[in-house]
Every structure is written in structure tokens, then in C-alpha cells.
């Protein structure tokens, strides 16, 4: 069965850097969109970065220039590198697998159980 696994996820200071790992398998990897989504206390879910089967990447505005997405199609894995990390980042931060273009949420879309980054000196 479809499986997404995080990983990756600390307690950093602000400033700092994280790299969260998705470890997926029980699909055709190479066909999917992957995005990571992130859900802070008391918030909804939102959108933060999508990576195309053909490795086109899209973030949004809040994180760009801090965040990078990739995807190693051997390993079966997306990963998500976070530098210059602030508070307004701590959340749990979810990967997900769509056949849309990957710059949404899309709540029917499967996603793993998450891993939670809090950033707090």
C-alpha cells in the first residue's frame, strides 16, 4: 500500500537549518508530483513547496530563497532542505503525493503521518 514517511524533523534555534526526508514506496514514484505541506498549532493546512516528476519546483512566496525541494527518484525519497529557519516555521510538516500540478493543497491527496519542526531559542 501507499506509504510517506518523514522524517527529518528537531528542535532548532532561529537561523538554524533542518533537512526532512520523505521516504515513499507502494506507488510509481517517478510519475508523481511531491509536495510538502505544513500545518502549525491552531492553523490549517498550507502549502509549502511541490516538485514535478520532472523535477520543476515551486514554493511559496514565504519561503523562497530559504527553502529547497528534491527528489531522488532512486532512493524513492523527497527531501526538503530549510535554512535560516524562523519561528513562523514551526509546524508539522507533511509530504504529499498528487497527479496535479503541485502547487496547492489538495486535501484527498494521500500524506504521510508528518514530522514536527519547532524553531525556538
Known amino acids: 500500500q501507499v506509504q510517506l514517511v518523514e522524517s527529518g524533523g528537531d528542535l532548532v534555534q532561529p537561523g538554524g537549518s533542518l533537512r526532512l526526508s520523505c521516504a515513499a514506496s507502494?506507488?510509481?514514484?517517478?510519475?508523481?508530483?511531491m509536495s510538502w505541506l505544513r500545518q502549525a498549532p491552531g492553523k490549517g493546512l498550507e502549502w509549502v513547496s511541490g516538485?514535478?516528476?520532472?523535477?520543476?519546483?515551486f514554493y511559496t512566496n514565504s519561503v523562497k530563497g530559504r527553502f529547497t525541494i528534491s527528489r531522488d527518484n532512486a532512493k524513492t525519497t523527497v527531501y526538503l532542505q530549510m535554512n535560516n529557519l524562523q519561528a513562523d516555521d514551526t509546524a508539522v510538516y507533511y509530504c504529499?503525493?498528487?497527479?496535479?500540478?503541485?502547487?496547492?493543497?489538495?486535501?484527498?491527496?494521500?500524506r504521510g503521518q508528518g514530522t514536527q519542526v519547532t524553531v525556538s531559542s
Open positions: 504529499s503525493k498528487t497527479s496535479r500540478w503541485p502547487t496547492r493543497v489538495y486535501t484527498d491527496d494521500y
Open positions: 507502494g506507488f510509481e514514484f517517478t510519475t508523481y508530483s
Open positions: 516538485i514535478t516528476s520532472g523535477a520543476n519546483t
